[in-house]
């Protein structure tokens, strides 16, 4: 835990962002971290996000924020491939050595 309180410390020296930053409010401003870069290490997971979910909770901000910004988000849906694509190759292989047979068949008897 050594770990995660260093990082809660580091934080929290940062600074608390205020109305010189300029901007609206987002989560972290009053952490001191650029717009996006709060939910970025809450998606993160690991002993950094547990660290800045303390200091934000000391910052005031509301725990559905907090839980809302650690929820990874939807991944888009993969296209199906078509159905001529995702069905098994056709294995020629007993066709390939039938014929080979056969024409040494004919080759063979060609030669009488």
């Known amino acids: ?10 934080l929290a020296n940062l600074g ?11 989560l972290g401003k009053n952490a001191g971290l650029q717009p996006g870069q709060a939910a970025n290490i809450l998606k993160a997971g690991g002993p950094g996000a547990i660290a800045l979910q303390f200091l934000l909770r000391d910052k005031g901000v509301p725990e559905e924020e907090i839980q ?3 929820r990874p988000q939807r991944e888009r849906p993969q296209r199906q491939r078509p159905a001529r694509l995702s069905q098994p190759a056709t294995d020629y292989t007993p ?10 068949a004919i080759l063979l008897m060609g030669k009488k």
């Open 1 to 10: 835990m050594a770990f995660g309180d260093r990082i809660k410390g580091a």
């Open 16 to 26: 608390t962002g205020g109305a010189t930053s300029g901007g609206g409010w987002y």
């Open 68 to 70: 809302a910004a650690s």
């Open 95 to 104: 066709l390939l050595i039938g014929g080979g047979v056969l024409l040494a």
